[in-house]
């Protein structure tokens, strides 16, 4: 059974960007940290607009999809998608990133649709709110918040956000 969460974090996104535009001070951890949840959900339905509009076409996110199903219900990294040979092949030995089994559990929660299409946005959010953190200790709160929106705004993120799905989105944290 796949949970709908999508209406859920629409709203709590909604609420938490009505709340910072009526100036409601929050401590700048806390802050940042909606900032980051507030890109997350942006860039997750602009990832679902992709799926719709039918240009999540690429062998990449299919094949992603595809080796997390499988590896849900116990064949690690095996895939049908792949030009090296007909049939089942273990796609691990061509792009191995074993700590992506962490993932299994969500898919067992959510689908591996879901799970796959969440990759890129969360791993860009958490490494802008990690990025935002580490500025804060170095240089001051408006620093890091003028870097975490840097980080966000720069032409790298959202092309790695727009393209397909792949693990080297989460090499920024």
Same mark, same amino acid.
């Given at each position: 059974?796949? %949970? *709908? #969460?999508?209406? @859920?974090?629409? =709203? &709590?996104?909604? /609420?938490?960007?009505?709340?910072? +535009? ?36 690429? %062998? *990449? #996110?299919?094949? @992603?999809?595809? =080796? &997390?199903?499988? /590896?849900?219900?116990?064949?690690? +990294? ?44 969360? =791993? &860009?959010?958490? /490494? ?46």
């Amino acid at each position: 059974m796949q %949970l *709908d #969460f999508r209406f @859920f974090w629409i =709203a &709590l996104g909604l /609420a938490m960007a009505h709340r910072v +535009w009526k100036g409601k001070s929050l401590p700048a951890t806390r802050f940042r940290a909606h900032g980051a949840i507030l890109f997350f959900l942006i860039a997750l339905v602009g990832k679902v607009l992709q799926l719709r509009a039918g240009e999540l076409h690429g %062998l *990449d #996110f299919w094949l @992603f999809v595809d =080796a &997390l199903e499988q /590896a849900s219900k116990g064949g690690f +990294w095996f895939t049908r998608f792949a030009p090296q040979a007909a049939g089942w092949v273990q796609h691990g030995a061509v792009h191995a990133f074993l700590p992506l089994a962490l993932l299994v559990p969500f898919v067992w929660i959510f689908g591996s649709l879901w799970v796959a299409l969440a990759l890129n946005p969360l =791993a &860009l959010a958490m /490494a802008g709110w990690v990025l935002g953190d580490l500025t804060e200790r170095l240089w001051g709160e408006r620093s890091a918040w003028v870097l975490m929106f840097a980080f966000y705004a720069l032409s790298a993120t959202g092309k790695t956000l727009m393209y397909e799905t792949h693990p080297e989105a989460l090499y920024p944290l």
